[in-house]
């Protein structure tokens, strides 16, 4: 791998190595600082201080340079670094061998300058860079490895071996393994000493480690990985060896102790090792784990590390059996072997040395699956159901505390585990598992791989949600009889069924049994004693299968009837009744269902006259017998059905012509029907004030039920016929007809009301006179020529005898009048004629709603539908009933079509008139406003630009001369949005309009009047908003003087507006402004002279937010090198220019001849930083003239002058 990829890899790492307490990652290196953010991060991470306000999203070009110039001048002025021939352009291009070199020079200052304790900025101190800083690095590591030979810090780390060394030197026994290292294996090398330095001693892997074995590893990335050692400190709890020295051995003893009694007691020999370890002494598996109770245990100690030394184990719990202990030379381990007698956790101490070991005391756990029990829904299947969480618990408390294992095995065959967590109780486990399907589940319980006892445990769950309740014992019951509940399951029941009875009013005696007809259904009898409401709940281990059903309990055997309405006889057409009493039968509905002798069914009402009792109405209509059933709850009632004879006197009829009128000189008929009515003879009598007799008549019996009555009259008037009707000899019913006499040939008409042509819905009148006829009613109908009747006109009678016939039509066509007295045509009473409709004629068009003046406005008319024939006519006149000159035409555009075009000349309201044919049609006179939109004028501010966000804006709109109409506006913002609007109206015609804009951008009116866009609408106004204006740039904190200062001015947001830049300080600066298009603005300006200038930013002549900004000017730091001077041709004056110079000190200036200083040396400032200094050459000779600039000689001083 190339040296500068190294190097870029090193330098990467160890800036996200600073970064991370930001929570900051970096990848490309060459582009990681191109917008300046994550360079300020590193500084400020590094100097723990603020760099100050920044951008901290950056987008534009302009943003990105304004954020890297402060991050850099950060490094050069407030921490007083070095930079050389690096700016903002090369970070942000960016240029990586530039980067490269900014990132090594803060690694030289922050990591290994001040790792040396000395500062390289400080001219006191010798700077420690190039090969300064990688000797006093390479001097470090020959003191701390001194056995070694080290020649640079590249080449001879290549093998791993000193790497290795170095991390055993900062902690002695981390990397013992540095002493039998093989240099062939330097990867393997290198990687086992980084890793431990970076666990133990906290120096992170800068550098991998194939890179530190790589011959072109570059030093920079070296001295940056190694220069962490500088810093290194131990961990606690360090893996430290220490080194045998086999010349010696030494002979140790083992005890083993429980509860103060000695299990066992050994001897064994080890090599000698420098000091006694314990923590070092190792005790393997499975110490940590436990064991069967009755079973025997190895536990192993591994003192192979820990030197010489004693070993003494001490065992205290709840029981030992026995132990043994044995040792191995071989392996340097303690063999145990231990039987524990009862479960329980035993704790076991292992000291080595008198001390106690690493990790001791260990805990020890017995464990007896025998005494577990386990108990819950998911092991006995009680109270659960498939879908609902089935619990398990198991109670360890008995046999010791243990890693369990449980599993469930479905009915299908499945098995899955479930996993258990601890309860409030410490030895208490709970787990669940949800089950998928009706059927057997076995669930397997195991402690530390034994089984518990009385396993496998056998849980029964039912799909409760597939069991479905069904049976008459779910609606109802009857008390002291078998009622039964049906119980069904698509997947079988499994599990003990079981039912609850429950009185709303007490305890119910209720006797039950469940019989099984299949796997899939079930059945449940029970008997109730007594009537109530009751509460029925049926479950499935111990679960409701369905919610309780709350089920009447009633007895029909209890309900009796009495009442007029059951009686053998009664009579139609009148109401009849009975009460039920239900009072001791229980909740139940009362049901009453009466048929009549055609089948049919009668209404009854049904009315609950106190608890339990009822009373029941009905009303028979037709003779016969009629069934009454009864039923309670359902159930049919005892005695029912009831048996009613019915008798209905109204069901003879009378009819005939002769019922109402008769006529002098013919027979008139009645008929007379007794069919079904119970009666079979029938009697007729006239009566009138004139004749007791009034008519003759004879009967003609047609059939036992039909008969027939002709009479004659003998007079005009009015008479009564009275018919009697007979059941043998028992009268049953006498009716009463009062019958009009009259003569039609004595009736007479005036038609001269009547034309053949009748306009549409326009009253005639005709008159009748029927004096001396003896008719009373006259009644007038209109049919059309097929006879069919289309209306009845009005007759009024003002004097008797005398009528008067009103006939509107309402629709159009040829009709005939006909005319009836007491139902009899009136001899030559049929008249023709044809009505005509005026307002099927449609009028229509724009003109009929708003006319324009000065413009053409056009109103329809269509007559096709008037089914009549005449002309089309208009008449204007003004509201004032004044006439008014309106020139109109009307033409015939088509057949039935005309087309009215009307010019008004004058503004107003009109009154428009169309007739046909001379009558109003339509809406007859309409009202139409004429208006004149042109004369509206637009006054204000209103559609003007340089208006500013939230000050009121008012213009005025003068409609005073448009006639009558409204006015409207509509006001929309730059997003399109509706903007409120005030309108008062201040005179006739003139209104006044305010808005307040929110936001910039051009808003827009629309103003129309009377419906109609007035001219120039709609009018456009330009909102800008000054606070929407953001500046920002390095130019508006500091500045330089003589040097170019930028900041940054985004309008994007402000709407349209004119940007006003001025600066007022010392001396006037010259300021440079640049759009990109976008209404941002990049400023620059040079202010001449050091002191507080005061930058003005205004937009659209307001200030923006933060202007006036009050910025410091100061000089750049002195740097005497960039000071020069002109020596003028007589060499007695010299021109000083020190403005690129910096700083604000005076200059100093020495002159000396050969033998004596220079007389009359004066320096005189221009006041730009340029000085005109003159001496006088007091002899021949060479002159030195010397020039500091804030101490420092200026370039080419001292000059060395030589004058005859």
């Given at each position: 791998m190339d040296w500068r990829l190294i190097q870029q890899k090193t330098f990467t790492r160890w800036c996200n190595q600073q970064l991370k307490v930001q929570k900051i990652s970096i990848e490309d290196l060459s582009t990681a600082f191109c917008d300046g953010v994550n360079l300020i991060a590193l500084m400020e991470v590094l100097s723990l201080k603020s760099v100050g306000r920044h951008n901290r999203k950056p987008k534009v070009h302009a943003q990105k340079v304004d954020n890297v110039s402060k991050a850099l001048d950060f490094i050069m002025r407030e921490e007083r670094i070095k930079l050389v021939n690096i700016g903002s352009e090369d970070i942000v291009t960016p240029n990586l061998k530039l980067i490269l070199g900014l990132v090594w020079t803060l690694i030289l200052h922050y990591q290994i300058s001040q790792g040396f304790g000395f500062d390289i900025d400080d001219p006191a101190t010798e700077a420690v860079e190039g090969p300064s800083a990688a000797q006093a690095l390479l001097a470090y590591v020959k003191k701390m490895l001194p056995n070694k030979t080290i020649n640079n810090l590249t080449t001879d780390w290549n093998d791993g071996i000193l790497i290795a060394s170095l991390v055993d030197a900062h902690a002695p026994g981390l990397c013992t393994e540095m002493d039998t290292m093989d240099h062939e294996n330097a990867l393997e090398n290198a990687t086992l000493a980084m890793k431990l330095a970076e666990e133990w001693l906290d120096v992170p892997q800068l550098l991998e480690p194939q890179d530190m074995v790589n011959s072109k590893v570059d030093e920079l990335s070296m001295m940056t990985y190694?220069?962490?050692?500088?810093?290194?400190?131990?961990?606690?709890?360090?893996?430290?060896?220490?080194?045998?020295?086999?010349?010696?051995?030494?002979?140790?003893?083992?005890?083993?102790?429980?509860?103060?009694?000695?299990?066992?007691?050994?001897?064994?020999?080890?090599?000698?090792?420098?000091?006694?370890?314990?923590?070092?002494?190792?005790?393997?598996?499975?110490?940590?784990?436990?064991?069967?109770?009755?079973?025997?245990?190895?536990?192993?100690?591994?003192?192979?590390?820990?030197?010489?030394?004693?070993?003494?184990?001490?065992?205290?719990?709840?029981?030992?059996?026995?132990?043994?202990?044995?040792?191995?030379?071989?392996?340097?381990?303690?063999?145990?072997?231990?039987?524990?007698?009862?479960?329980g956790t035993y704790k076991m101490a292992v000291r080595y040395g008198d001390q106690e070991v690493k990790g001791s005391p260990y805990h020890i756990r017995a464990w007896d699956p025998s005494l577990v029990t386990a108990y819950g829904s998911g092991i006995t299947g009680i109270g659960t159901s498939v879908g609902l969480p089935a619990d398990v618990f198991v109670d360890l408390s008995k046999s010791g505390v243990g890693s369990l294992e449980v599993a469930v095995m479905g009915p299908s065959g499945e098995t899955y585990a479930i996993d258990v967590s601890l309860t409030e109780r410490p030895d208490v486990f709970i787990g669940s598992y949800v089950p998928v399907a009706s059927g057997e589940y076995r669930i397997s319980i195991k402690l530390e791989r034994w089984e518990v006892a009385n396993n496998p445990f056998t849980a029964l769950i039912c799909d409760l949600s597939k069991v479905i309740l069904d049976g008459p014992g779910l609606v109802k019951a009857i008390v002291n009889c078998p009622n039964f509940i049906e119980v069904f399951a698509e997947d079988g029941i499994y599990g003990e069924l079981a039912a609850q009875f429950k009185s709303l009013l007490g305890p119910q005696d209720v006797e039950y049994h469940c019989t099984r007809a299949n796997d899939g259904h079930h059945q449940i009898c029970y008997t109730p004693h007594q009537v109530g409401m009751m509460e029925i709940t049926v479950t499935c281990n111990g679960l409701a299968i369905q919610h309780s059903c709350v089920t009447p309990c009633i007895d029909p055997t209890t309900v009796t009837v009495r009442g007029a309405g059951i009686s053998p006889e009664i009579l139609a057409g009148k109401p009849a009744e009975f009460f039920i009493d239900a009072s001791h039968s229980g909740p139940g509905d009362v049901e009453a269902l009466i048929t009549d002798p055609s089948g049919g069914f009668i209404q009854t009402q049904i009315a609950c006259t106190q608890q339990g009792t009822y009373a029941v109405t009905y009303e028979p209509t037709l003779a016969g017998e009629h069934a009454i059933a009864l039923t309670f709850g359902g159930l049919k009632v005892e005695g029912s059905p009831y048996m009613v004879h019915v008798c209905d006197p109204g069901v003879a009829k009378v009819s005939g012509p002769g019922l109402k009128v008769a006529y002098i000189g013919v027979e008139n008929l009645v008929e007379m029907c007794t069919e079904g009515s119970g009666m079979n003879k029938v009697d007729v009598n006239f009566e009138s004030p004139l004749d007791t007799f009034a008519a003759d008549y004879r009967l003609l019996e047609l059939n036992e039920c039909n008969k027939q009555i002709y009479y004659t009259p003998h007079n005009v008037g009015m008479f009564d016929m009275i018919v009697n009707c007979f059941h043998e000899t028992t009268l049953i019913t006498s009716q009463s007809f009062a019958v009009l006499c009259i003569d039609p040939t004595l009736i007479t008409l005036d038609w001269r009301g009547m034309d053949a042509n009748v306009p549409f819905n326009e009253e005639r009148q005709i008159l009748i006179n029927t004096d001396d006829s003896g008719a009373q009613n006259v009644d007038v109908c209109i049919t059309d020529l097929k006879g069919k009747v289309v209306g009845y006109p009005r007759v009024t009678e003002h004097i008797p005898g005398k009528h008067t016939v009103t006939i509107k039509i309402d629709r159009t066509g040829q009709y005939q009048l006909d005319i009836k007295c007491n139902n009899t045509s009136v001899f030559g009473c049929g008249h023709t004629f044809t009505a005509f409709d005026p307002k099927a004629i449609k009028v229509f068009g724009p003109g009929l709603d708003q006319a324009i003046m000065n413009q053409d406005n056009v109103i329809e008319v269509d007559t096709e539908e008037a089914k009549g024939s005449g002309e089309v006519g208009v008449i204007f006149s003004f509201t004032d009933q004044a006439l008014c000159q309106v020139n109109y035409e009307i033409k015939l555009v088509s057949e039935n079509h005309y087309k009215i075009n009307y010019f008004p000349q004058q503004v107003g309201i009109y009154r428009i008139t169309v007739t046909y044919a001379g009558t109003a049609i339509g809406p007859n006179t309409v009202t139409v406003p004429c208006i004149d939109p042109s004369s509206v004028t637009i006054n204000g501010r209103g559609p003007q630009t340089g208006i500013l966000v939230g000050s009121p804006v008012d213009f005025t709109i003068d409609a005073s001369n448009a006639g009558?109409?409204?006015?409207?506006?509509?006001?929309?913002?730059?997003?399109?949005?509706?903007?409120?609007?005030?309108?008062?109206?201040?005179?006739?015609?003139?209104?006044?309009?305010?808005?307040?804009?929110?936001?910039?951008?051009?808003?827009?009116?629309?103003?129309?009047?009377?419906?109609?866009?007035?001219?120039?609408?709609?009018?456009?106004?330009?909102?800008?908003?000054?606070?929407?204006?953001?500046?920002?740039?390095?130019?508006?904190?500091?500045?330089?003087?003589?040097?170019?200062?930028?900041?940054?001015?985004?309008?994007?947001?402000?709407?349209?507006?004119?940007?006003?830049?001025?600066?007022?300080?010392?001396?006037e600066c010259n300021i440079d402004c640049k759009a990109d298009g976008d209404h941002i603005y990049c400023v620059s300006y040079v202010p001449p002279l050091a002191g507080t200038y005061s930058v003005n930013i205004k937009f659209a002549d307001v200030h923006i937010p933060g202007s006036p900004f009050l910025v410091a000017c100061s000089r750049a730091p002195s740097d005497a090198s960039k000071c020069h001077a002109v020596m003028e041709a007589d060499n007695q004056a010299i021109m000083v220019d020190a403005k690129n110079a910096g700083g604000t000190g005076a200059l100093e200036v020495g002159v000396w001849g050969a033998q004596v200083p220079a007389r009359y040396v004066t320096v005189e400032h221009n006041g730009d930083y340029t000085f005109n200094v003159s001496y006088e050459i007091p002899e021949p000779g060479e002159t030195e003239i010397s020039i500091k600039w804030h101490g420092q000689h200026i370039m080419g001083s001292p000059f060395k002058v030589v004058t005859e």
């Open positions: 190694l220069s962490q050692f500088l810093d290194a400190k131990l961990k606690p709890g360090a893996p430290l060896k220490q080194r045998i020295d086999p010349s010696q051995i030494m002979q140790c003893t083992g005890t083993v102790t429980s509860n103060g009694f000695l299990l066992s007691e050994c001897t064994f020999h080890k090599p000698g090792i420098l000091g006694c370890n314990p923590e070092e002494v190792r005790v393997r598996e499975p110490v940590l784990g436990g064991c069967h109770v009755g079973e025997s245990l190895n536990i192993v100690v591994d003192l192979v590390d820990a030197g010489a030394g004693n070993l003494c184990i001490t065992i205290d719990g709840p029981h030992i059996l026995g132990a043994t202990g044995t040792f191995d030379d071989q392996d340097g381990a303690v063999s145990l072997n231990l039987v524990f007698h009862k479960a009558p109409g409204t006015v409207d506006v509509a006001m929309t913002n730059a997003k399109g949005e509706k903007v409120p609007v005030d309108m008062e109206q201040t005179d006739c015609g003139v209104y006044n309009i305010t808005y307040i804009p929110f936001y910039s951008g051009d808003y827009r009116a629309g103003i129309t009047f009377g419906g109609q866009e007035v001219q120039g609408s709609p009018f456009v106004t330009q909102v800008c908003n000054p606070n929407s204006v953001v500046a920002f740039g390095a130019g508006l904190d500091k500045s330089i003087a003589l040097n170019a200062n930028s900041f940054t001015v985004d309008a994007s947001q402000a709407g349209d507006g004119a940007l006003n830049l001025t600066i007022e300080g010392p001396e």
